[in-house]
């Protein structure tokens, strides 16, 4: 098994839903340079602390379409409590954080090169 704490992990998929009162619960799930699978639900409460934080950690031998069948029950299971807006779960796949990845790499690129960010060290 990884050390995921070591690990780059890549965005792939998440979902948040905002609670009456300004609470969230999400659904994150990033992936591995090695194939591995983190999901996560978090549940922030207003004040910003996280009251719940679980997390499992697929390994790249486990099915994939296992990981998708846990989440898609998950999701399931959070979108039928009470209380939701009505446009949530607000969600991003990982069509939408290839851009972003994208982005925030020119951006670090460009905060480099104007002096308002170290350089990362190199290995």
């Not at 839903?17 to 999901?39: I, M, N, Q």
């Not at 390994?59 to 989440?71: G, H, K, M, N």
């Amino acid at each position: 098994m990884p050390d995921i704490a070591q690990e780059v992990l890549f965005g792939v998929f998440s979902a948040t839903w905002h609670g009456e009162g300004g609470s969230t619960t999400k659904v994150l799930v990033t992936a591995a340079p090695d194939g591995a699978f983190l999901s996560r639900v978090v549940i922030t409460a207003p004040s910003g602390e996280a009251t719940v934080d679980k997390a499992h950690l697929y390994p790249a031998s486990d099915d994939p379409d296992e990981l998708w069948r846990d989440i898609e029950t998950i999701v399931a299971f959070i979108n039928a409590g009470p209380g939701w807006e009505p446009d949530d779960p607000r969600v991003t796949t990982y069509e939408d954080y290839v851009p972003l990845d994208a982005e925030l790499i020119a951006a670090k690129a460009d905060a480099v090169a104007a002096g308002l960010l170290a350089p990362e060290p190199v290995h």
